[in-house]
């Protein structure tokens, strides 16, 4: 899971980056990634900062309780393909989340980022990963 902040800017250069040719690129920083195709700045969480530190001690209870409420339901997530498994388990958490005093968005069907959240006048940004054991 990434969590991260945006925060939009005036692009100052252009930059162009054919995603395409990745392999010849070689590694690409998430941050370059996310200003290039979005234009927003990620500002890395700073757990020194209060702020910070409260939205991930929030979002550690609510996974901690999907898992609870998870395991203790015996709820199973299951799916054709390991991205539909990922969609269902981000609609519980989206539910486990608006129990508590976050404002929540899920966003589009494909695409990035999956979640928006508002926390102490902040707009986060939530990606969930889902990875399958062979």
Not at 15 to 26: D, E, M, N, Q
Not at 70 to 79: A, D
Not at 123 to 130: A, D, N, S, V
């Amino acid at each position: 899971m990434s969590v991260y902040y945006c925060h939009s800017k005036k692009k100052k250069n252009k930059h162009l980056i054919v995603f395409g040719l990745s392999k010849k690129l070689g590694k690409i920083p998430f941050p370059l990634v996310v200003k290039i195709s979005t234009g927003f700045d990620v500002i890395p969480v700073d757990l020194n900062d209060k702020s910070d530190k409260d939205l991930i001690e929030a979002l550690n209870k609510i996974l901690k309780r999907f898992l609870k409420t998870s395991t203790s339901t015996h709820t199973r997530y299951e799916g054709g393909r390991v991205n539909e498994v990922g969609r269902r388990i981000e609609q519980g958490l989206v539910n486990e989340m608006d129990k508590y005093p976050f404002k929540v968005k899920p966003l589009s069907k494909t695409g990035y980022p999956d979640i928006e959240i508002m926390f102490n006048n902040n707009i986060i940004y939530l990606e969930m990963k889902t990875s399958s054991v062979k």
